[in-house]
């Protein structure tokens, strides 16, 4: 962890992270989806860990988030949880897993807490999940809100599209933020939405609001880890910033691996046990 980060809370919990904004203190998020990946951002002092859905497109090569089941993410998410030691660690409901029925989203969320090891889960939707947030929150399952962009309804939609753009937008992405506030969501993610816009949400409500492509004005900041790093090449939104490019420290690495197998050069004496 950085020094700067000396003096911070051993644990973050979905309290800590009101408290940062109501200090004015930004919060780093990042997605994971492996046991080595989590361990290294949570010693580099990242506050949420998100296994998110998007483990359907970068993990599992899927085209969109929609196929992605429950057992998958669990999996994922009991690797991740094994890795993290700080960070508030929250799952991801993958799509169809909360939508048909409260009894039905409860079941699944309690799947993510009791078998995936996570501290909340996410869900997409506005006006529409409030009911529901406040149930869960009021059975013991911290949740946190995704409004603007919501990948899962990308076919609603007709592909993925900037949120806020008019007067309608603008009232339902309020109205939802202020109304999740009030059902007990601890967080809210803001995808893809128009920066004016977000910092109003950031500016009405009291929970942390976290942006991806939604300007600086939100509390807080997350990006997919493998955009992030440079790993998945498939494509690379406007709002990515790459910190490296591992895709091409890989393939530089397994192409010289490649060829000192074939010139017989791998293995030397020194990777081989004496007889
Ligand atoms: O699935 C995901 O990774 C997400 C984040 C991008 C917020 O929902």
Do not use: W
């Not at 816009?197 to 509390?219: L, M, Y």
């Not at 490019?245 to 030397?268: E, N, T, W």
């Amino acid at each position: 962890m950085p020094d700067s980060y000396s003096n911070e809370p051993k644990k973050i919990n979905v309290k800590t992270l009101r408290k940062f904004k109501k200090e004015g203190r930004k919060i780093a998020v990042l997605t994971a989806y492996d046991f080595p990946t989590a361990k290294l951002l949570d010693n580099a002092g990242v506050d949420c860990l998100l296994v998110g859905d998007s483990a359907a497109t970068v993990v599992y090569g899927y085209p969109n988030t929609l196929p992605i089941t429950m057992d998958q993410m669990i999996l994922l998410c009991q690797a991740v949880s094994r890795g993290v030691k700080r960070a508030l660690l929250i799952g991801d409901m993958p799509f169809l897993s909360y939508q048909p029925s409260e009894e039905i989203a409860i079941i699944n969320a309690g799947r993510f807490l009791k078998e995936g090891g996570v501290e909340a889960v996410k869900l997409e939707g506005g006006l529409e999940m409030v009911g529901l947030i406040r149930k869960m929150v009021d059975f013991g399952i911290p949740v946190m809100g995704h409004i603007g962009l919501t990948p899962q309804s990308v076919n609603k939609f007709g592909g993925y599209k900037i949120m806020g753009k008019t007067d309608r937008q603008r009232e339902y992405l309020l109205k939802s933020a202020e109304a999740m506030e009030g059902a007990g969501a601890f967080a809210i993610v803001l995808e893809s939405v128009v920066p004016e816009v977000a910092r109003k949400i950031s500016e009405s409500i009291k929970i942390p609001t976290i942006g991806i492509g939604a300007g600086t004005d939100c509390d807080g900041q997350v990006l997919v880890v493998s955009d992030m790093i440079g790993l998945f090449e498939e494509f690379r939104p406007k709002f990515v910033r790459q910190y490296a490019q591992l895709a091409k420290i890989i393939r530089d690495a397994a192409g010289r691996y490649c060829d000192d197998v074939r010139s017989g050069k791998f293995p030397g004496p020194e990777e081989s046990y004496e007889g």
